[in-house]
């Protein structure tokens, strides 16, 4: 949720990996289950995300976010998100690097993220790609992946959508079978 504080200032409260860019598997909430892919702890992520437009396309971010509980995970990110409409078609960039503030041998390490999605308007809907490079610093040689998502929306202020993604479609360790289907439905008051 994303609340327009002053004309240039934006302010939002984020939920999960999905709305920090991040295409990948697993439930935020969990009571239970025997899947260990789908939760692996009761809650993952959620945070605070701070954009100002110093341009018409250019705002830079800063956003302070828990992946975990157990243990805590804090992490700090810092970034722009670039952006750009050439008629019906976009294009936007929402590169940041993270840097883990605790635990990051239980794995909240530093990393990079260069997420990129090409999108076309047409009447009444949009449809999407979703891409990018993303590493951890230390082995960003070994470790990097490129994820890759495709989806849809139907609607205006109020719209349904849906988008499927694959977290290491590309890279040295790629696998198509952690993926991920993301349903839902967005309202934007005017």
């Known amino acids: 949720m994303w609340w327009d504080a002053t004309p240039r200032l ?16 697993g439930a935020t909430f969990c009571v239970t ?20 437009a110093v341009l ?7 956003r302070f976010v828990v992946f975990d509980v157990d ?31 605790a635990n990051m041998v239980e794995g909240n390490r530093s990393a990079v993220y260069l997420p990129v999605r090409g999108s076309v308007e047409i009447p009444h809907a949009q449809l999407w790609l979703d891409t990018g490079w993303n590493a951890q610093l230390r082995t960003y040689s070994d470790d990097w992946h490129v994820p890759v998502g495709i989806g849809a929306s139907v609607g205006g202020d109020l719209a349904v959508g849906a988008e499927l993604g694959f977290r290491t479609l590309l890279g040295p360790q790629n696998t198509p079978k952690e993926r991920v289907l993301f349903v839902f439905v967005s ?4």
Do not use: M
């Open 10 to 25: 934006t302010v939002g409260l984020i939920h999960s990996h999905a709305s920090v860019d991040q295409l990948e598997p």
């Open 33 to 52: 289950t025997r899947d260990p892919n789908a939760c692996q702890h009761v809650y993952n992520g959620s945070g605070v995300d701070v954009r100002y």
């Open 56 to 62: 018409p396309w250019l705002e830079p971010r800063a």
């Open 71 to 101: 243990p805590v995970k804090p992490a700090l990110l810092a970034g722009a998100f670039l952006h750009g409409q050439w008629g019906r078609w976009g294009l936007a960039a929402d590169p940041y690097l993270q840097g883990g503030l």
């Open 187 to 190: 309202w934007r008051s005017s």
